[in-house]
């Protein structure tokens, strides 16, 4: 399962990089107002940047909601570095400018998908990776981790590239889950990432062997 970290803050980034398990990076326009970017030139040289720091797929989303538009902005985007993937949302126009983008070899990652249905679209529109919300869905007592069952049964069934990148992470147990199930992806803050280290039997462990080590000598 391949690891991405979803935020748009270059400190986080760089140490799940340190850490040497990160695939990719992904963002949202959420993500990258938390960080103060603003501005179409602030913003290409914020994933330049990203794209520098790590080597692996970087989702870049566009801001406009009309093919025409979603169309020029990907290319724009997908011009900055060979790993951008364009992330478009999950809407009428989105699915043509997926497989307009699909079409080209250009990479694409389809945002915002809460449904089979809107899974399956994503894949016969020729999605690189879909991402599922699967936090956003618990916020509302539905069961999110339900959602990348019914996605991964409909792609294996008809063998589909289509990568489920499973997104909206909440913790480690979401991580974990994704991985039974059989996600090819997660996206996560760094936090869930970093709370799949910690065990305390680890620690107490540690310590001991840590303490008997000094009567070694
Ligand atoms: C996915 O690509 C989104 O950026 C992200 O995972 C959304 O997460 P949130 O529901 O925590 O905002």
């Not at 894949?123 to 699967?134: E, N, R």
């Amino acid at each position: 399962m391949k690891f991405f970290i979803d935020t748009a803050n270059l400190e986080q980034i760089k140490e799940a990089q340190d850490l040497g398990i990160l695939d990719g990076v992904t963002t949202n326009p959420s993500l990258m107002a938390k960080e103060g970017i603003s501005g179409a030139e602030a913003i290409k040289q914020h994933y330049k940047t990203i794209c520098e720091i790590v080597d692996g797929d970087i989702s870049a989303e566009v801001l406009s909601t009309t093919y025409e538009e979603m169309i020029k902005e990907g290319e724009e985007l997908a011009a900055i570095h060979p790993n951008i993937v364009v992330k478009i949302p999950m809407i009428k126009d989105g699915v043509k400018a997926l497989k307009y983008f699909s079409d080209k070899g250009i990479k694409t990652n389809c945002t915002l998908i809460f449904s089979a249905g809107q899974a399956l679209l994503a894949a016969k529109a020729g999605a690189t990776y879909v991402s599922p919300f699967l936090g956003r869905l618990d916020d509302i007592s539905t069961d999110g981790l339900n959602l990348i069952e019914e996605i991964r049964t409909i792609y294996n069934n008809y063998m589909y590239d289509t990568e489920i990148l499973a997104a909206s992470i909440r913790s480690p147990m979401h991580i974990i889950n994704c991985a039974k199930i059989g996600a090819d992806v997660i996206t996560s803050p760094l936090p869930s990432i970093l709370g799949l280290l910690k065990h305390p039997l680890t620690d107490l462990g540690l310590a001991q062997f840590v303490a008997d080590a000094k009567k070694l000598g």
